[in-house]
Every structure is written in C-alpha cells, then in structure tokens.
C-alpha cells in the first residue's frame, strides 16, 4: 500500500499547527504591550489589550497586510531580517526570538538529534558527584537518569512507575510527589514555559503531543499555565527545596549539555552554602537525623 500521501497529508498538518502556534504566540506578545510604552497614545477604544496589528506592522516597518497573514497562520515567505524586526518591537527577550524563529521555520542554530540510549559513562559521571543530587532529562522532560542523592535528597525516583518517568507528569499529576520547592509556584510555570519553547521544534511529533493532551486533561494547573504562552531556558538560580530529614536547603542547580547525545541536558544542584553542604553530605552517608 502506498504511504506517500499519508505522509504528505500529515507533514502538511504539521507546518499549519506550527503556523498556528506561531500566530497565537505572537498575539500573545503583542498583547502585553502597552501603547503609551512605544509611543502610541493610551486612549481609544481597543478590542484587546495591549497594541494592534497594524500598529506592530509601522513599528516593525512591515506591510499590514503581511503581517496579519503572519499571525493567521498564513503559509507565507518569511525572512530572517524581517522577523528580527518583529521581535525588536515585541521586545522578546533571547529565549521568546529563539521561539520565534523556530516556530516560523528559520533555524537558529545547528540541528541536533535525539539519543534513546545512555552510555554507561553518563551514569558513572552522576554517581561521581555524590553528595550532589544530579538528574538527567530532554528537552520533553522525561527522566532518562539520576543518581542515588537525587532519591534522597528530592524525590526517590525509583518509587515512581518507568513509564511515569518525566517531570512534567511528576510535577503535575503524580500523587507519588508532593514538590518540596518552596517557590513551587514560579518553578511549575517555568517548567511550562520551557517545554512549550521546546515543543516548537516537535509540533506534531507524536510523543509530544501524546504527552501535551494527557497533561492538558490530567492537571488544570497545568492546562492554565500553557494558556499563558511563555517561554523560558531552564533557570540557574538558587532554589530552596525542604528536605524531610534535613529541613531547608540552599542548592544552585549546574546545567551540563550532553551535546553529543543530542537534547538532554544533566542538571546537577550543588550546595549554595556550607550548612546546605553538610546536609547533602550526611544525607548521602544516611547519618543525618530527622529535623525537628
């Protein structure tokens, strides 16, 4: 049987969902924009907040009508030089230009491929920064390794189900984990935002959108936060997790780019003061007592 239309049909889908989330991500830029910020005048009346197409379109020097096609998800011809234009007057940061030139089919840097399998050496290496809790995760968040600090320090992994192993599920819908992070609230939306920034190289993937629908209709948290249409890299500053037995630690999580094994990225959190380290240490020997 012949496949190519199939196949044809289903890649052809993929690039309209990828224009569609470029159009809703650009809306949603263009709604945070206040007009008085950019030199239009505050008042008026406006079906939307912040600014309005046409006025995107003079302050980026682009036609109108080319750029309401931008964001119907119009299949049309879009440059490198007019889109950084766009993302000037939208004001997006590295990470959200990144997302928009992804999502519009420009590369931003080099290609990369995706690695099922481990080597052993991977393990070796998060085993050897022991008193250190260090995880291994893609860009889908599924947990791919971890060492034995992580399970008792954060959250003991090998409580929870293989085919349960990604930390958006974990975070969101298992009852396996109640998240010790005390700022839990900025770490979840950040969690979100970052997956939808890597979700724009995968639209239409399976896997991801697999996991996207599950979670959007297992977590309303979650379903809320993806409303907001942010995106982020993952964060490097200092995090305060409690611990059962050895009560508030201070850790600073060491991101470290497996780049010859395609998209996943070793997180290690290294204590971020001597108490937090004297912790770790006593809770990696199990001579720490519980906390009163």
Same mark, same amino acid.
């Given at each position: ?5 199939? @196949? ?12 569609? !989330? ?17 030199? $239009?005048?505050?008042?008026? *009346? *406006? ?10 379109? %003079? ?10 096609? /931008? ?31 992804? %999502?519009?089919?420009?590369? &931003?840097?080099?290609?990369?491929? !995706?690695?099922?399998? /481990? ?17 291994? /995760? ?7 390794? $971890? ?6 320090? &954060? +959250?003991? +992994? ?44 995968? &639209? ?6 697999? +996991?996207?629908? *599950?979670? %959007?209709?297992?977590?309303?948290? $979650? ?18 997790? !409690?611990?059962?037995?050895?009560? &508030? ?26 108490? @937090? ?16």
């Amino acid at each position: 049987m012949n496949t190519l239309p199939a @196949t044809t049909d289903r890649t052809a889908a993929d690039k309209r969902q990828q224009r569609h !989330e470029l159009g809703v991500f650009l809306r949603s830029r263009r709604e945070r924009i206040r007009p008085d910020e950019v030199g $239009f005048a505050p008042g008026g *009346r *406006r079906r939307t907040p912040g600014l309005r197409r046409e006025e995107v379109a %003079l302050l980026a020097g682009v036609g109108v009508t080319w750029y309401t096609w /931008l964001e119907q998800g119009r299949d049309i011809n879009v440059s490198a030089q007019v889109l950084e234009a766009v993302a000037d007057t939208l004001r997006l940061d590295r990470q959200e230009r990144n997302h928009l030139f992804t %999502l519009a089919g420009l590369q &931003v840097g080099p290609a990369r491929g !995706e690695c099922a399998v /481990l080597p052993p050496s991977v393990q070796k290496t998060l085993d050897a920064v022991t008193p250190y809790p260090a995880i291994v /995760l893609n860009a889908r968040y599924d947990i791919l390794a $971890f060492n034995e600090a992580y399970c008792r320090v &954060v +959250l003991d +992994l090998r409580e929870i189900p293989v085919e349960e192993r990604n930390m958006l599920w974990v975070t969101f819908v298992s009852r396996e984990w109640r998240c010790n992070f005390l700022e839990s609230e900025s770490m979840k939306l950040h969690m979100v935002a970052g997956f939808r920034a890597a979700m724009a190289d995968h &639209v239409g993937e399976a896997a991801w959108q697999d +996991l996207l629908e *599950r979670l %959007l209709a297992r977590s309303p948290l $979650f379903a809320e936060l993806w409303e907001r249409y942010e995106v982020a890299a993952p964060s490097t500053r200092i995090k305060l997790l !409690e611990n059962a037995t050895a009560g &508030v630690l201070r850790i600073e999580p060491v991101n470290l780019w497996l780049s010859q094994l395609g998209q996943l990225r070793a997180t290690v959190y290294t204590a971020a003061d001597d108490e @937090t380290e004297a912790k770790l240490r006593a809770l990696a020997g199990g001579t720490l007592s519980a906390v009163m």
